[in-house]
């Protein structure tokens, strides 16, 4: 309950939806009917680039705040501060997202026990017309950050590293705390997300809140996406989520003492280049493993390709990038090591390896070449190193980085955006320093570039896939073998 408000149905909710052009109409009238349900005092207000009046009482907005259509969803924050003395409850919503009374009920109990900096939200649901559920927000780099599981009163809650929901909401004090941070009242502008997307997660991006989604009550916090578009095209199913979370809450009934093995997010325009927790199998990686090769993977993620491994007679060892991602390996028959690299490695340090696996992964550690040279012993004597990477920079990259307005610091050093080049030259540098030698390196081009233009692929290439060797290059020093907890490993920190 809100401080000073005896009675929750005496609460005043001011609602803005952003509702663009007429192709969401039939939805937006469904959430209108759904607020003019509740037992609030709601006022509800329409931005849009056109007059849209479906009752008297609903005032419409017309315009945007730049010439950008997309820019649309930014026309709700000056609203919000010129009302923020007038309404106990702020809710931004796009025009197909149905938050229901159950929702901000839920919202309002959590509140009452959270730190002035945590904002409670929710995650958007879908539904099949079958029944089945489908979670959408789930996608490319986002996850749940296996080290933010925290109690609340009755609450488990975690942080999602999608804050998008399409939505959310804020109490009186919260706006006040979101404007006086100066985050909030800013001209239209895209970073991590794109323009409609940023214009609904500033308050947790530039104003100070971490937004927490009570797990433990996953339903009550469940708001419908209601074109339900993305199933079995974007997201995790309820079986997936029911997963990932049974994982968080063991987190925290042990005290939430997990280190995941590093961090794999880029802070280039728009996360570029993050790792994808739910990428597809990399056949131009599975072709190098031969059957009955005993395999390490590490940092390992949707387990796609330990999967397939599986399913072909491999011994796989994964070494997840954190227990909630890798929750699914060990059903699958891989054994699971947990811990971040120095513990990962400790853990295997007698067993040999056919094949060592690093998808994707390289280019997120400060120092690539001390983690190719921390796991090369454990090679058998015929064994190989195989690593896929993005060819980076290269010529889609570029283009993509000029669209920016701050290109430089978008193509900066590893300590500006968190990402390595991964370039072959950079490739053959961190081999050659990990005692490695490269036998070859494929250029993958992407599907639609003609073969005619395949003599392009040095800069088309979307991606870098090499196969090395051990040189017969000694092992890691005694002070390596002691653990090296002090090295900086990734980005910031020994081991993230």
């Known amino acids: 309950m809100i401080p000073g408000i005896a009675d929750q149905k005496a609460l005043r909710l001011l609602v803005v939806i952003a509702s663009y052009g007429t192709a969401n109409d039939a939805y937006l009238d469904r959430v209108i009917r759904e607020y003019r349900s509740m037992s609030f005092d709601v006022d509800i207000m329409i931005i849009s680039n056109m007059n849209k009046k479906p009752a008297a009482e609903i005032e419409c907005i017309v315009g945007l705040p730049n010439k950008n259509p997309w820019s649309l969803p930014f026309a709700h924050k000056e609203l919000f501060a010129a009302r923020v003395d007038q309404y106990d409850l702020f809710i931004y919503s796009e025009d197909d997202i149905l938050v229901t009374e159950r929702n901000i009920r839920a919202v309002l109990d959590v509140t009452a026990v959270l730190v002035e900096d945590e904002v409670a939200g929710w ?135 997990v280190i995941p093995l590093f961090g794999a997010e880029t802070r280039l325009w728009h996360s570029m280049y993050s790792k994808d927790y739910y990428e597809p199998a990399r056949d131009e990686v599975l072709s190098g493993v031969p059957e009955k090769a005993a395999v390490l993977s590490i940092g390992s993620c949707s387990a796609a390709n330990e999967r397939r491994l599986l399913q072909r007679g491999n011994r796989v060892v994964a070494v997840p990038l954190d227990p909630v991602v890798g929750n699914g390996l060990a059903e699958l028959g891989a054994e699971v090591v947990l811990g971040d690299v120095i513990t990962a490695r400790a853990k295997i340090a007698t067993e040999r390896f056919d094949r060592l696996l690093f998808v994707d992964v390289l280019q997120f550690v400060r120092d690539p070449a001390h983690l190719l040279r921390l796991f090369a012993d454990l090679l058998a004597p015929d064994g190989r190193v195989i690593i896929c990477a993005p060819n980076r920079p290269s010529l889609r990259y570029a283009w993509k980085c000029a669209r920016s307005s701050n290109v430089f610091r978008r193509w900066g050093s590893f300590d500006s955006v968190g990402i390595h080049d991964t370039t072959v030259g950079k490739l053959r540098t961190w081999c050659a320093q990990a005692g490695l030698a490269i036998e070859k390196i494929e250029r993958c081009a992407p599907d639609r570039v003609s073969p005619t233009f395949r003599f392009l692929s040095p800069i088309l290439a979307s991606d870098l896939v090499a196969t090395a060797t051990r040189r017969g290059s000694p092992k890691p020093s005694a002070r390596e073998a002691r653990g090296m907890e002090q090295m900086e490993v990734s980005g910031g920190s020994a081991v993230q």
């Open 123 to 257: 995650m958007l649901v879908e539904r099949a017309s079958s029944g089945e559920l489908n979670y959408p927000q789930a996608h490319g780099s986002f996850h749940w950050d296996c080290t933010s599981v925290t109690s609340r009163g009755h609450y488990l809650l975690a942080h999602f590293t999608n804050e998008h929901a399409a939505s959310y909401m804020l109490t009186q004090q919260q706006l006040a705390r979101a404007i006086a941070s100066g985050g909030f009242l800013v001209a239209p502008h895209e970073g991590k997300y794109d323009l409609p997307c940023t214009a609904a997660t500033d308050p947790f991006t530039q104003c100070g809140f971490k937004k927490l989604i009570p797990i433990s009550h996953i339903d009550d916090f469940s708001a419908h996406h209601l074109p339900n578009k993305y199933i079995n095209r974007l997201g995790v199913d309820r079986k997936q989520l029911d997963a990932q979370l049974s994982v968080l809450m063991q987190i925290a009934r042990e005290g939430n003492t």
